[in-house]
């Protein structure tokens, strides 16, 4: 299909889109340079921001051959949230995130002819082509375990921004939902306020203690795996250095420069275990999965906080009233919640804030009349 078999009109849309996604891309490496405390990764993600600008300025030369005029144009409001939460929590806060976006917009020129004669699909893979150069340059390199971050994955890391959206969405349903059930079978506020205060202690302590043990368990299986290849290191050396040798042979070395960086490596005990645990094992020892104690803390607040909403009118209001205020207010925050998954999912504001919208008050419709049914039942 060439140019000329389109309508201008289309074209125009098309390009204007593109131009608008390079734009929020290059604004956002450019955030994450910023934001980030290491130089040599700032480096990365500025070069990143380099390549979108370029595609930018492809498609800015699209639009002036069609005789378009051409506007300033702003970054997108979620590539400015984005921005913010990475300046606000550090750049692996949204790492997870902006790789996922990038991972599912990989393919998007591939069926644009246009594009494709420009070289922009290859461009757009070639990001980690980019990271191995500047790994190979004058800087000296970087790590293997900074280029996971910067690819989004890292093995002990996570999706924060994630969990943190949807545990307060937890909170929320699962609170609004208790309460509405109740309020089924008896409109008595001082009732509903019990109910509501002791779905939010015990949901959130359910959830601390289930995050609690999830990631202790984690960090005891790291550790065991540590100590079994500490002993095994203690034990037979010679098999522990022939696996560093094929480690190293695994990612490109001849066998001579493996086995003389395996001698180097074997020379100290220490550097050998931090290297078979990195390399085989594919954990940092250095992390563990991170404290339990600040995960189980942070998911009770994010519980707690969720499921605050749908209780707020009954420390002020009588039963009918308060009802609805909490109905407002928990609309309000499922919309919100619905709004925040938009960042990691890449679908339209408004239909995620419905969406959640939605599913939130059809939960807590089918646990109103459950009640309503039991509180019947009961009275009769």
């Not at 359910?206 to 203690?209: G, I, P, R, V």
């Not at 939605?358 to 008050?361: K, Q």
């Given at each position: 299909m060439t140019e000329q078999s389109v309508k201008p009109a289309a074209s125009e849309r098309r390009y204007r889109a593109n131009l608008q996604g390079e734009v929020d891309g290059a604004q956002l490496y450019r955030s994450l340079a910023d934001a980030e405390p290491d130089p040599k990764i700032a480096e990365v993600y500025r070069r990143l921001s380099a390549v979108e600008e370029a595609h930018g300025e492809f498609w800015e030369r699209k639009l002036e051959g069609l005789g378009k005029r051409i506007r300033p144009l702003r970054a997108g409001w979620r590539t400015r949230a984005l921005g913010w939460l990475a300046r606000r929590f550090g750049p692996e806060f949204v790492l997870p995130v902006i790789s996922g976006l990038e991972r599912a917009d990989v393919g998007s020129y591939d069926s644009q002819p246009d594009a494709v004669a420009g070289g922009l699909p290859q461009a757009e893979r070639s990001h980690a082509r980019i990271l191995a150069a500047i790994a190979g340059g004058p800087k000296g390199g970087l790590?293997?375990?900074t280029l996971g971050r910067i690819e989004g994955r890292h093995r002990t890391g996570g999706n924060a921004l994630r969990a943190a959206v949807l545990g307060a969405n937890d909170g929320l349903?699962?609170?609004l939902s208790l309460v509405m059930g109740v309020a089924g079978a008896t409109v008595d506020s001082h009732t509903l306020l019990i109910t509501g205060l002791a779905g939010l202690v015990a949901g959130a302590c359910?959830?601390?203690?289930g995050e609690w043990l999830s990631v202790n368990s984690a960090r005891e299986l790291y550790q065991q795996q540590i100590d079994t290849e500490a002993g095994e290191l203690e034990q037979a050396p010679d098999e522990e250095k022939e696996e560093i040798i094929l480690i190293?042979?695994?990612?490109?070395l001849d066998e001579k420069q493996a086995r003389a960086l395996a001698d180097q490596l074997m020379a100290n005990k220490d550097t050998a275990l931090d290297t078979l645990v990195r390399e085989e094992l594919g954990i940092d020892p250095d992390e563990l999965g991170g404290s339990a104690w600040t995960a189980a803390g942070t998911s009770f607040c994010l519980f707690a906080f969720g499921a605050v909403f749908p209780i707020l009118g009954l420390f002020f209001l009588g039963a009918e009233a308060a009802l609805l205020a909490g109905l407002i207010a928990?609309?309000?925050?499922?919309?919100?919640?619905g709004a925040g998954t938009s960042l990691f999912t890449g679908r339209g504001v408004l239909f995620s804030g419905f969406r959640q919208l939605?599913?939130?008050?059809a939960a807590a419709g089918?646990?109103?009349l459950i009640g309503r049914l039991v509180g019947v039942s009961l009275a009769g």
């Open positions: 790590p293997g375990s349903v699962s609170n359910s959830m601390a203690m190293y042979q695994a990612k490109g928990s609309g309000a925050a499922l919309f919100a919640i939605l599913i939130g008050f089918v646990t109103f």
